[in-house]
C-alpha cells in the first residue's frame, strides 16, 4: 500500500510472521519465502534481527521496479550462490556464527559447494 502523498509504502505477508524474540525457537533455514530471503536465515544465524526485513523489502523493491526476483534459485544452495555472484564471498565471520554453512560451503577452506 502506497499512502495519497506517495511517501510511505506498506509492504506486509504475514503468512510466515513471528515476533523477533520467537526466532530462536524457529530455527529454520526456510523461514521466509525463498525469492526473498536472507542469507542469515539459510546459513543459521541468530538471534536474527531487523536486517532480515530490510533484504526482504528491498528484494521485494526490486522486483516490483524491474520485475524479475533478484535471486530467483528454487534452492538454498542457488540462492546463495546467486548473492555471491552479486554480493561477493560470504564474510567468514558470518560463516564461523552459521549453524548451516556445513551444508552450503567446505568448513576447512571456506569454499562454496556447488
Given at each position: 500500500?502506497?499512502?495519497?502523498?506517495?511517501?510511505?509504502?506498506?509492504?506486509?505477508?504475514?503468512?510466515s510472521?513471528i515476533?523477533?524474540?520467537?526466532?530462536?525457537l524457529?530455527?529454520?533455514?526456510?523461514?521466509?519465502s525463498?525469492?526473498?530471503r536472507?542469507?542469515?536465515?539459510?546459513?543459521?544465524?541468530?538471534?536474527?534481527d531487523?536486517?532480515?526485513?530490510?533484504?526482504s523489502?528491498?528484494?521485494?523493491?526490486?522486483?516490483?521496479?524491474?520485475?524479475?526476483?533478484?535471486?530467483?534459485?528454487?534452492?538454498?544452495?542457488?540462492?546463495?550462490?546467486l548473492?555471491i555472484?552479486?554480493?561477493?564471498?560470504?564474510?567468514?565471520?558470518?560463516?564461523?556464527?552459521?549453524?548451516?554453512?556445513?551444508?552450503?560451503?567446505n568448513?576447512?577452506?571456506?569454499?562454496?559447494?556447488?
Open positions: 500500500m502506497v499512502s495519497k502523498d506517495t511517501k510511505t509504502i506498506k509492504l506486509c505477508d504475514f503468512g510472521a515476533q523477533l524474540s520467537e526466532t530462536e524457529m530455527k529454520t533455514e526456510h523461514l521466509v525463498p525469492f526473498y536472507p542469507p542469515e536465515v539459510i546459513l543459521g544465524i541468530y538471534p536474527l531487523g536486517g532480515v526485513d530490510v533484504w523489502a528491498a528484494a521485494t523493491l526490486f522486483e516490483l521496479y524491474v520485475g524479475k526476483f533478484m535471486f530467483a534459485g528454487t534452492t538454498n544452495n542457488q540462492l546463495i550462490e548473492m555472484q552479486m554480493k561477493g564471498r560470504i564474510p567468514s565471520r558470518m560463516l564461523k556464527n552459521s549453524i548451516h554453512a556445513g551444508t552450503h560451503f568448513t576447512e577452506t571456506g569454499h562454496f559447494k556447488r
